[in-house]
């Protein structure tokens, strides 16, 4: 089992910068990609970024490319999400997931096998 913890999130401006994290703990010796989606109030769970094992790959939501980054560092078991320039519309729960089955990145939110609970990221106008 993957064990996965966000941090990072918090209230800001348009314009500023957020890096978010994803700490995995527990089965770490398997490779696994990790995606980051968010859900804002009303709306469904969306895709936002995800990154291969060894960091090579990477994929990113449309509404997201040029100003988030997707990075990991695997001897940290950590992954991160530099998020520039935000936007009102960046507001919602950030979740970082975990697919173990297979180390290749995916936008497709039920090939991933664990989930952490989620950060608030807020950007006010």
């Known amino acids: 089992q993957v064990r996965l913890v966000e941090s990072g999130g918090g209230l800001v401006q348009a314009g500023d910068s957020l890096r978010l994290s994803c700490a995995a703990s527990g089965r770490t010796d398997v490779s696994y990609a990790v995606g980051w989606f968010r859900q804002a109030p009303g709306k469904e769970r969306a895709f936002v970024a995800a990154i291969g094992w060894d960091g090579s790959s990477t994929l990113y939501a449309d509404s997201v490319k040029g100003r988030f980054t997707i990075s990991r560092d695997n001897a940290k078991n950590t992954v991160y999400l530099q998020m520039n320039s935000l936007k009102p519309e960046d507001t919602a729960v950030y979740y970082c997931?975990?697919?173990?089955?297979?180390?290749?990145?995916?936008?497709?939110?039920?090939?991933?096998?664990?989930w952490g609970q989620g950060t608030q990221v807020t950007v006010s106008s």
């Open positions: 997931a975990a697919k173990v089955a297979s180390a290749i990145a995916t936008m497709t939110s039920i090939r991933y096998n664990y």
